[in-house]
């Protein structure tokens, strides 16, 4: 009886120790899904993947955390977002926001940059150079930047502004989606026996393609001699317009002429090739091209400039670029509901020239004095371009107190801007 209890008593504590490790056990580690397609995609197609350090995925939570762990030193631009959002705006031009570029002046002035139609701010009338005095009702020179874009983060506000008249309104408007027109202003003007076409460009996008046809219909039609194509804000997009923008540029003069390479990874040499400028029916001939540039100008931009230099009489005004000789393939799952962005090529001209990581220098240095609307005579940009244009020299430009800055742009249009975006969509979808 005592070697039954013994047996009995020996067999409880076994179970007991069992049951004891068993809810011990350390949980198995996953890995998120979007994190490991984010991996892989790195794997595959990034410009460095040879340089990809070790990561143990388990311990990433999501995949913007992946990439800043592992990406190269001169990467400032490989992200990922919502694989919808990503194709509504490169393919329709759509997003949400208020629909207006803001940045501080010298003055510390908040000014619009730019707006959008079709947006809320549009609507509502808002133009360039205006002032944004406060937000509901408090005094913006009184708020930090973070607590601006917290206000900016609202789905309603109630906005008062000084305009470039000097009065004064305040406007109640709610954000919403936002229907982007790249071509923020055109027009042509007369100086002695030269038309010149003036084109405020500022993305590239799919749904751009037909903006630029209806303002290169009318600059050929109209015969301009010369062009000044501002893009002082523009932070890039779509092979397919950038090579649009080109062909009516240059067409007419340098049909069939490279203007860029795209170099791949050794892993993908075969997706490599080399864009040539096509011929359209509302190409121009011009004698001179004078590009308006600041440090946001980015990647198609850069692209564009990059690529027509060995061929145009070609000028810049402005401050240097920002300095991406590089671009994205696009890898998305539509499942998942994820599109990642990673550097995978970069950008050659005819010449050789790349790397431009510093920026593409300017050839006259002018400020970006943002008090009025486009088009207007006191726009020193605008100004030093006609002055090159019909005189061969920019004139003397002032100091100018209205003066902006990239680093004090605080909001670029939408809530998901198109900044320093360039590349195409790859065959890389799960349905």
Not at 9 to 34: G, Y
Not at 38 to 52: G, P, Q, S
Not at 358 to 380: E, H, K, R, S, Y
């Amino acid at each position: 009886m005592y070697k039954i209890l013994c047996s009995a008593f020996i067999l409880a504590l076994l179970l007991a120790i069992s049951c004891k490790k068993d809810s011990s056990t350390t949980p198995v580690k996953t890995v998120d899904p979007k994190v490991k397609f984010t991996a892989d995609t790195f794997n595959d197609l990034y410009l460095w993947y040879e340089t990809l350090p070790a990561v143990d995925l388990t311990t990433v939570k999501t995949p913007d955390d992946y990439i800043s762990l592992v990406k190269n030193a001169k990467d400032k631009w490989s992200f990922t977002m919502s694989y919808t959002d990503m194709t509504n705006l490169l393919q329709n031009g759509v997003s949400t926001g208020w629909g207006v570029g803001l940045g501080f002046d010298a003055q510390t002035i908040l000014r619009i940059l730019y707006v959008y139609n079709n947006s809320a701010m549009g609507n509502a009338g808002v133009k360039r150079g205006w002032q944004l005095k406060t937000i509901n009702g408090k005094l913006v020179s009184s708020m930090s930047v973070s607590v601006i874009n917290t206000a900016l983060g609202n789905t309603s506000n109630s906005f008062g502004f000084i305009k470039n008249d000097g009065s004064e309104t305040t406007l109640q408007m709610t954000k919403g989606n936002i229907g982007i027109n790249s071509v923020l202003f055109s027009t042509i003007f007369s100086s002695g026996s030269k038309k010149i076409g003036y084109l405020v460009f500022n993305e590239f996008l799919g749904s751009s393609i037909k903006e630029l046809n209806s303002v290169f219909n009318n600059f050929s039609t109209s015969g301009i001699t010369d062009l000044i194509l501002d893009l002082r804000y523009n932070g890039g997009g779509t092979l397919d317009c950038a090579d649009s923008l080109v062909a009516m540029i240059a067409g007419k003069s340098f049909k069939d002429k490279t203007y860029n390479t795209l170099i791949y990874n050794n892993k993908h040499t075969s997706l490599g090739f080399s864009s040539t400028i096509k011929l359209k029916s509302n190409s121009v001939q011009l004698n001179k091209l004078v590009v308006i540039t600041t440090k946001s100008t980015a990647s198609a931009s850069e692209l564009v400039i990059s690529g027509l230099k060995p061929y145009m009489n070609m000028k810049l005004i402005g401050s240097v670029t920002q300095g991406k000789p590089v671009g994205m393939n696009i890898a998305g799952d539509t499942k998942l509901d994820i599109a990642v962005a990673p550097i995978s090529f970069r950008n050659v001209n005819s010449q050789g020239y790349t790397d431009y990581f510093d920026g593409i220098p300017v050839d006259f240095t002018v400020t970006d004095n943002a008090a009025q609307d486009w088009g207007d005579q006191a726009d020193l940009c605008l100004t030093a371009a006609q002055n090159y244009i019909s005189t061969g020299a920019i004139g003397f430009m002032p100091t100018v107190k209205s003066a902006v800055t990239s680093d004090r742009i605080i909001y670029k249009g939408s809530d998901t801007p198109v900044e320093n975006l360039f590349g195409t969509m790859t065959s890389i979808i799960v349905k």
